[in-house]
C-alpha cells in the first residue's frame, strides 16, 4: 500500500471514532447484540414446566433467591404423581428400582449433584445439601443415601406407584430395552433462571430412563451434561437420551458457545448439530435443550419434534414449542 492510501485510511479511521454519527451506529450494533431480553426470567422443559415455574416465581418473590427458586421449582415435579420420568413415582430400571439422578448450580462456579440415589423424594435438596455441606460435587447410590439420612432426609417406602407398576408389569412380557423418549410430554425437568441483578442458578431432576441398567447414571447430574450455569454467560439444561448428551458435554458446550458470541438459539441448534454427528441411530431418539444467557435471551432447540419449554417473565408463564432438526 502506498504511503498516501496508508495514510487515508488511517485518518478515516481516526476521524470515524470522532464522528458523533458513527459513535452512534457502533452504540446502536452493540445495543442490538445486547438484549431483547428479559429480567428476572425462568425456564424449564417439557408442560410440567408451568406449575414448577409457578412455584419457582413464588419462591423468588419470597426469598429474593434465585437458588431458592430452582430448587422449589422443581420439588413441584419431584412430587407430580401424572409425572413418570421425575421423583419416586418415576419407571424403575429393569429389576425394577426407581432410582433417581439430579443436580443444581449457581452461576458463581458451586454445584452439587446426587446419582442412582433410592428412597429419596427430593433429590435436587439433597443435591442442594452436597453442594452447601460438603468439600465435593457429586455424591451415589448408597453413599448418598447414608448422606440423605445424616441430614434428616426421611426415607421413603420403596414401593412402586400403581402407574409404574402397571407400566412395568407391561414392560415385563417382552423385556425389550428400546430407549423410546420421543413425542410424549413426560420427561426430565431442568429448569434455568436468572434474578433481575442478572444471577443465574440451573436445576434438573429425573428418574433416567425407563427400565435403565440397574446402576445406569444419566445426563441430569453430570455438571456440563445435564445442566451448566456461568454468571459471566448463561445457562443451559437438557432432556432426552442422557448418554448422546454426556458425549458432547451438552450444556457446558452450549454455555461455552454463547461465551464465544452465539445467541442461546444458535448454540442450542449447534449443539443440536453437534450431538447428532457424535450420535449414531440417533434418528429415533430425542434429545432436547434450553438456554438463557445473562442479558434474560432465550434459545430451545431439539432433535426432534414435540419437544415445548415453560417460559415465565413478570408477564405470565406460558408454553413455547421448541424448533427441532427434523421435521417429522
Ligand atoms: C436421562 N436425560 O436420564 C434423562 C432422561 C430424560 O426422563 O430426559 N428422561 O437420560
Redesign the pocket.
Known sequence: MSQRRKFIKQSLLGSALFLPGVAASCAQTNEQKTPSGEKPLILSTWNHGLPANQDAWAKLNETGSILDAVEAGVRNTELDMENL??GLQGLPDREGITTL?ASIMTGDGSCGSVAFVRQIKHPISLARAVMEKTPHVMLAGEGARQFAIAQGFPLEEEKLSTKAQEAYDQWRITSQYKPV?NIENH??IGMIGIDAAGKLAGSCT????AYKMHGRI???PIIGA?LFVDDEVGAAT??????S?IRICGSFLIVELMRQGRTPQEACEEAVRRLIAKNKGIEDIQAGFLAINKYGEVGAFAVHPGFNYAKATAEGNVLIDSGSHFSK
Open positions: 420420568s421425575v439422578d423418549i420427561d426430565t429425573t428418574s433416567g430412563l444419566g445426563d441430569s445435564g437438557a432432556t432426552g437420551l442422557g448418554e448428551i
